[in-house]
């Protein structure tokens, strides 16, 4: 059974930092390309970060010089860094990884941004 569960959001002022974790099982983690996206209230869900196998990375303009994807293939965990955060990064982040042809999704966490 594929189980993506995120953790680390919570409550921040402008300008300061989380990082957000998001471990995996039932997956051959060490295969697959990881992606972090966010939902604000009532709007669409987005990407954010994306990291592949190979470690290659890539990231929202929003965010960009901002946030941090990594991972950690040893514990099957995804990280997203999120420095500078801005009211505007408040959402719900939900970690994403595509297997068997299916989308997977973490329940999300929630990162509020207070100005």
């Known amino acids: 059974q594929v189980q993506l569960v995120e953790s680390g959001g919570g409550l921040v002022q402008a300008g300061g930092s989380l990082r957000l974790s998001c471990t995996a099982s039932g997956i051959i983690f060490s295969r697959n390309t990881m992606r972090w996206y966010r939902q604000g209230s009532g709007k669409q869900r987005d990407l954010v970060a994306t990291?592949?196998?190979?470690?290659?990375?890539d990231y929202a303009d929003s965010v960009k010089g901002r946030f941090t994807i990594s991972r950690d293939n040893a514990k099957n965990t995804v990280y997203l860094q999120m420095n500078s955060l801005k009211p505007e990064d408040t959402g719900v982040y939900y970690c994403?990884?595509?297997?068997?042809?299916?989308?997977?999704w973490g329940q999300g966490t929630l990162v509020t941004v207070s100005s």
């Open positions: 994403n990884a595509l297997f068997s042809a299916v989308q997977r």
């Open positions: 990291i592949t196998d190979s470690h290659d990375t």
